[in-house]
C-alpha cells in the first residue's frame, strides 16, 4: 500500500471520527432540558454583578445594545446575544434547592449574577468531578456547561462594541496626526495637506467602518499621539490616544477606561494617512 493512499486513508478515518464526535455531540444536546423556556427577544434588559462590579446593558430602539454602566458605550451585539443563550442552555442535572447544599455549591454567597429583565441567574463554583457549573434559577439548581461564566465575569471591555465610533454616526471632522479633515464652506471635504480627494474619502471611511480586533481595559502607558474626532451626534470629539505601535496599534480612551487594539497598518489608515501610504504602509511610524 502507498505512503499517498495511507495517508489519505488517515485522514477519512479522523474526518469520519470528527462528523461522529459532533453528531452525537449535537444529539445529546438536543435530549437535554433547557434551562428555560424564555424568548430572548422580549429581554430589553440586562445587569450583570460580579465582585461586586456592575455592568448594566439596555436594548435600544434599533434593538441593538449598549452599556449604560460603568460608562456609557455602545455594546457588542454578538456577544450580548451569546450572552443570552444562556436563558435557553442545556442542563445537565435539576435540584431541588433543599436537595443540595448550596455552600459545597458557591450559590450560599453567590459573587456573580445576571438579571434579565427581572429574571436573576447566580453562578456557583465548577463541579470538579465533571467540569460543569452550578446555577441557581428560581427556587431550582442546575449543572451546564462552563461556556458562558467566562464572558460574564471577564471586564466590561470583553462586551464593547469594536467599532471606533458610535452607531450609525459619521465624522464631520477630524484632527489626525498629520492634518485635519473638514468641510469647506461648499460642503466639500478637504484636508490642510496636500493629499488626494480618494485618501480624504477613504480616511472618513475607515474611522466610519473600521473595527478593532480587541477592546480591553486601559492600561496606562507613555502617550505617542492623540486624534480628535467630530461626530454630528456629540457637540465634543471623541478624543483617542495612541499608546502602542509595536506590534500592533493601541489607541485607548482613558475617560471611559478602555483601549481598542488594530493592525498596525491601520496607524496608516486612521491616525496619519498620506498619498504615500499607497505604496509604502507604515512609513509615518
Avoid at 442545556?90 to 431541588?96: F, L
Avoid at 438579571?115 to 465548577?126: D, L, M, P, S, T
Avoid at 484636508?191 to 480624504?200: C, E, P, R, T, W
Amino acid at each position: 500500500m502507498s505512503r499517498q493512499l495511507i495517508l489519505n486513508l488517515f485522514l477519512f478515518i479522523i474526518v469520519i471520527s470528527l462528523a461522529s464526535i459532533i453528531y452525537f455531540s449535537e444529539e445529546q444536546s438536543t435530549l437535554l432540558d433547557r434551562l428555560s423556556d424564555i424568548n430572548s427577544d422580549n429581554i430589553t434588559t440586562i445587569k450583570i454583578q460580579h465582585n461586586k462590579n456592575t455592568i448594566s446593558i439596555n436594548k435600544t430602539a434599533g434593538h441593538n445594545w449598549k452599556i449604560t454602566q460603568p460608562v456609557d458605550v455602545a455594546a457588542n451585539n454578538f456577544r450580548i446575544n451569546s450572552i443570552l443563550e444562556l436563558l435557553n442552555a442545556p442542563v445537565h442535572n435539576k435540584y431541588a434547592s433543599a436537595e443540595i447544599n448550596s455552600k459545597k455549591t458557591g450559590l450560599d454567597k453567590p459573587k456573580t449574577t445576571i438579571q434579565f429583565n427581572k429574571q436573576v441567574i447566580a453562578f456557583g463554583i465548577i463541579n470538579p468531578a465533571t467540569n460543569l457549573r452550578y446555577i441557581k434559577l428560581n427556587n431550582s439548581i442546575y449543572t451546564i456547561e462552563d461556556v458562558y461564566y467566562p464572558l460574564i465575569s471577564s471586564h466590561f471591555g470583553a462586551l464593547v462594541s469594536l467599532n471606533l465610533l458610535p452607531p450609525g454616526s459619521k465624522p464631520t471632522k477630524l484632527i489626525l496626526q498629520n492634518q485635519t479633515i473638514f468641510k469647506d464652506e461648499k460642503g466639500r471635504w478637504q484636508s490642510n495637506i496636500d493629499i488626494s480627494a480618494d485618501n480624504v474619502a477613504r480616511t472618513l471611511e475607515h474611522w466610519s467602518d473600521d473595527q478593532a480586533f480587541g477592546v480591553h481595559q486601559y492600561l496606562q502607558r507613555k502617550e505617542l499621539g492623540e486624534v480628535f474626532i467630530y461626530i454630528s451626534s456629540s457637540p465634543q470629539p471623541i478624543r483617542y490616544q495612541v499608546t502602542d505601535t509595536d506590534p500592533w496599534l493601541v489607541i485607548a480612551r482613558p475617560e471611559i477606561g478602555l483601549e481598542y487594539h488594530l493592525d498596525i497598518e491601520a496607524y496608516d489608515k486612521l491616525i496619519a494617512p498620506t498619498d504615500s501610504n499607497d505604496i509604502e504602509p507604515g512609513n509615518n511610524q
